[in-house]
């Protein structure tokens, strides 16, 4: 039995949205189409990838397909970001301090002698650092990192 397998991840943008269950007819045709090719005489089996393409728990499959000696399992695995350590400023540091105690930012501004429009921007920039879009979530994520800034 030969074996394909791929990990790859596609991000190219998609003309309409459709649930992955309407294309499914498409995507078999698909798959057969690269079956034949696989297995067309002179072909050597195909490993691409690793074992990170196996089904795991979570992973959602859609389609699951023997098409000769080919078996051929189309997944839709969630997405895990790795969690990089995050490095603020040591005024980054006092304001996420000050936002986490719920300090609003014309407080922060008075106490630290700089503007509420400094304060917004340096906290646009520890969003981005922390990769969140909101005080609470910022406030959040710090805290799971073991509270060094907060």
């Known amino acids: 039995m030969k074996t394909v397998m ?4 596609f991000d190219a943008p998609v003309a309409a949205p459709r649930s992955a269950h309407a294309a499914l007819p498409e995507l078999e045709a698909l798959i057969r189409r690269l079956a034949e090719r696989v297995t067309a005489p002179g072909t ?3 490993h691409v990838g690793g074992s990170r393409a196996l089904p ?3 992973d959602d499959i859609l389609l699951d397909l023997q098409v000769g000696d080919i078996h051929c399992v189309l997944m839709r695995r969630p997405v895990t970001l790795p969690r990089s350590e995050v490095s603020l400023s040591p005024r980054e540091q006092e304001i996420a301090r000050m936002v986490a105690r ?3 930012n014309k407080t922060i501004a008075a106490v630290l002698d700089i503007s509420a429009w400094t304060v917004g921007t ?4 520890i969003f981005a650092k922390v990769g969140v879009t909101s005080r609470a979530a910022m406030v959040a994520r710090l805290l ?3 509270g060094r800034h907060a």
């Open 6 to 9: 791929t990990d790859h991840s």
């Open 56 to 58: 795991s728990e979570g």
């Open 44 to 46: 050597a089996s195909t």
């Open 102 to 104: 719920g300090y609003p």
């Open 122 to 125: 340096h906290l646009r920039r």
């Open 144 to 146: 799971d990192e073991g």
